[in-house]
């Protein structure tokens, strides 16, 4: 991150979309989502899927209406820098909240599955701190690192998708007791148009960081494409983890590393749940590095820092501490991640988006456009 | 909190380590910015250390937002899962 304005290309944006789409949701979503939903969880998954591409659009909307500038540049044009200033306060409460959790799931993830007796602040402030290094990289170095992880990623989420096929009965995707269908899928598309899907909107705070260039060849292609990787990824997750489990998919907490520990071929591959295990909370670690950088960006744009990655430690350091006692328990950080979070993306985030298209049309760009 | 104090102090001294040297060089209003940005920092490390039951600034939000969120989601919950 250096005093010149940073700049990515639609590839890397896409990166990042995918990379935070899957990230820390793939491991953590398809317990709450088959607790809620059931059988029915893939169906849920599916329709939330189909609400973040419309707040995609909308994103992308408000990135061409408004050529490439900034969304607090454009905002505080539209509605005036008081009310603006709220609108991004709450965005920043929403971020330093997502990043705590992201890291505190990294933490309780580590200390609960792979290396119980190390404490979880441990693996908070490591984690961070890599969140924190690499936001210092500067943004173009994060994506072009992420091109890597996320290769990573994609690649042993599918291996144990692939290589667990023998453990999938289709017939458990049929409910076991046929009840009410209606209510179970959209409390299971209520937390999934929240977490992960609907947290598409953040990027309205990135999406400008693509150089508009006039006469440059349509990109958006680029952005919906990572999107739908991400989506089909975790879709499949989902449903891979209702055929091989059923019911009792709502009981592991983490069910694609239960699923890499039933995979046995022969002598030859067993216990690959440990290597999938830090594959997939590299997700993790980038979506905090994302909602780090678009946390310092909104601050940056507040405080009169020379140096635009000042805030990058402090705030990483408050992030740090707010993992650490926000949650006093696991049933706490399921209330506020998979009851309240949710419900606040599609709140906030739906309001922020509306509110933002909504001026656009009616006064075009703003003042200053 | 020995061992809390300790973890806060380290980080702090790490911090200090890292950005040190450039905020001896900030003056006037960059300096009253870090300063600003500092303090909620300390207010969550004393949260930290003391285990104190003090609001957290996006609790603020959690407040706000729990009770219709709990009753939505105690609505949906209602119709069993399949």
Known sequence: MTGRKEQITPGQMSVLITATTLGSSIVFIPHPLAHYAGQYAWISASLAAVFGTLMLAAVLYLNRAHRGRSIMEYSAALFGKPLSGLMFFIVLLMLLFAVSAIVSGIGDFFSGVMMKETPAYIFNATSLFAAAATVRAGIKVTARMFVLLLTVMVAFISAVLVLAIPLYHSGMLLPIWPREMARPVLHGLLLTAGFPFGEIFLYALLIHLVPAAPGAAPWRGKLYKGYALAAALLIMAVLCSSMAFGPASDVFIYSLFKLASEIHIGDMMERTESIVGIALILGSYMKATVYLYMLNLIVKGWLPFKDERTAVYPLALMCLFLSLTLFDSPADFFSQVYVIWPFAVLLVGGTFLTLHAGMTAIRGTGKGA | ?82
């Open chain 2, 1 to 82: 909190m020995i061992v809390r104090l300790g973890f806060s102090v380290a980080l702090f001294a790490a911090l200090a380590v890292a950005q040190g040297a450039s905020v001896k060089k900030m003056r006037g209003k960059e300096l009253a910015a870090f300063t600003l940005l500092l303090l909620p920092v300390l207010y969550q490390d004393a949260i930290y250390v003391r285990q104190a039951d003090w609001p957290s600034l996006p609790e603020l939000m959690g407040v706000l937002l729990k009770t219709p969120a709990a009753a939505l989601d105690r609505f949906l919950a209602s119709g069993g899962n399949g």
